[in-house]
């Protein structure tokens, strides 16, 4: 084939235009994949070799070759040409540059479409391997800040408003629990992403007499097609890691939000580190959690991926159609989001300095006792919608008077029942609204115990960071 001919130029008369070259190209975007789609080419050689399709010889010379182009990209020398579209033509053309003719069979049996599938899988499937990672790590630092902060109290809020006494734990251990699910939703995805679709060739299978399930056992994938046309057309296992970035980056955003607010002076409850906190050009006093904001913002972006390629595949006839070149690019954008901001969480996350004290001052003033007088008047037989009512009323005397419900005297909180004791004072504490909440999953210090012991159990079984299940080739 003549240098600049198109490897699928036999039935062009005419040259093809610049400008469709450029906007036909996925190069720019695609070439992330060399790995994979060297690791591809090497399991097909092999197995076209296992087969009797290739002798051992031409296996072995395109396996070298194909080595050769890997160490050329690896060292930065690798010549890629636009003119070639995309990464899988780029390395074929080098590589029968390097190892003669035998580079022209290696495309035996097989088709860009199922080549490109497998090359996305692979990649997919390494990529969510390592969110799983990234995400224990992440929850690994949350439960050790628990840990540090079981005694640590504050108002736990419902309507952004204070609501009742939580620990510091409970409230960090919330989104452990999140993130766990965003691990275990990680694992699940990577079973459908880790399917072999080598074989379905163009579209429909081919007449050689090829072996995908050997292909798939030297890539470490755990299954193969069932269905050649849905192998090469569909992208549904991308959309589904999409799926899991996304809820992952909404945790990530909940907790940035949590993290802006606490840093306003208003609150109080966080000093950020220096480190991840940046100034203003004009305002000298100003630190400001840029971290938090823009992972907030990234959030946006990686749900634009995702709505990108579910929009790309809505309504696409089977099978292949180029349309799925537009796969790549929200995915791979999408994960280099993830995989940041999950990390810079993590170091964010660990030094993050809390402030018990505005915390605790917090406390005094957000009526956060409240149920709990409800809650004591009812154990002293008072029916609960009246003891709201009474505690309503005790509420806006405290309030008028400047006052926490817990510094009125015996005497004035008896003017509201008489059924109100000296032992009040214990219900209205704060540590104690915390500790009597005994309900498995809640704020009491046995349940936040139990969490965390769960939580570690969990990390140490190691589940899904099994780490990539990989062949030999990566
Ligand atoms: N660059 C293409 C993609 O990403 C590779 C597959 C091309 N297949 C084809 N029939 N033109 O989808």
């Avoid at 093809?16 to 591809?40: P, Q």
């Avoid at 379905?200 to 798939?216: E, K, R």
Wanted: charged share 25%.
């Amino acid at each position: 084939m003549a240098k600049g001919a198109k490897p699928w130029g036999g039935r062009f008369g005419g040259r093809t235009a610049a400008s469709t070259e450029e906007y036909t190209c996925s190069l720019d975007v695609d070439r992330a994949l060399w790995a994979e789609d060297i690791a591809g080419s090497m399991a097909h050689a092999r197995m076209l070799a296992a087969r009797g399709i290739l002798t051992a010889e031409e296996a072995e010379r395109l396996v070298d070759g194909l080595l050769a182009v890997r160490r050329e990209i690896e060292d930065g020398t690798f010549a890629w040409d636009r003119s070639l579209e995309d990464v899988h033509m780029n390395v074929e053309a080098r590589l029968t540059e390097l190892a003669g003719p035998v580079g022209g069979k290696l495309h035996t049996g097989r088709s860009r479409n199922d080549q490109v599938a497998l090359d996305f899988r692979l990649h997919v499937s390494r990529r969510l391997a390592e969110w799983d990672g990234l995400i224990r790590r992440l929850v690994l630092v949350i439960l050790d800040r628990a840990a540090e902060h079981a005694d640590t109290l504050l108002p736990g809020c419902t309507h952004l408003q204070p609501a009742q006494p939580v620990s510091l734990a409970q409230h960090l251990l919330a989104y452990a629990w999140m993130l766990r699910r965003d691990a275990e939703r990680v694992a699940d995805c990577r079973k459908r992403v880790e399917v072999s679709p080598l074989g379905a060739a163009a579209l429909a299978g081919t007449t050689h007499d090829l072996d995908p399930a050997a292909v798939a056992r030297d890539l470490g994938l755990a299954a193969t097609f069932g269905n050649s046309m849905d192998a090469v057309s569909d992208r549904d296992f991308a959309c589904e890691a999409l799926f899991c970035a996304s809820l992952a980056m909404m945790h990530l955003s909940r907790l940035c939000e949590e993290i802006i607010l606490w840093a306003n002076p208003a609150f109080g409850f966080v000093r950020l580190p220096d480190a991840f906190a940046t100034g203003s050009s004009i305002m000298p006093q100003k630190k400001n959690p840029d971290v938090a904001e823009i992972m907030r913002g990234k959030t946006g972006r990686v749900y634009g991926a995702l709505m990108s390629l579910l929009t790309v595949m809505k309504g696409l006839p089977l099978t292949y159609n180029r349309d799925l070149q537009e796969d790549k690019e929200p995915f791979l954008d999408a994960d280099a989001t993830v995989r940041a901001s999950l990390s810079i969480m993590a170091d964010m996350l660990g030094v993050l300095g809390f402030d018990p004290e505005r915390m605790r001052a917090a406390l005094a003033r957000g009526f956060v006792n409240a149920t709990e007088l409800a809650d004591y008047l009812v154990r002293k037989g008072m029916p609960f919608r009246e003891a709201h009512h009474v505690t309503g009323a005790a509420v806006a005397r405290a309030e008028k008077a400047g006052k926490g419900l817990e510094d009125l005297t015996l005497d004035e909180l008896r003017g509201f029942s008489e059924r109100i004791e000296e032992d009040v004072f214990t219900a209205l504490d704060f540590g104690q609204a915390v500790a009597r909440r005994l309900t498995p999953g809640g704020t009491g210090p046995d349940s936040v115990a139990a969490q965390l012991a769960e939580l570690r159990a969990w990390l140490e079984s190691g589940g899904a960071a099994a780490g990539p299940r990989q062949g030999t080739l990566f």
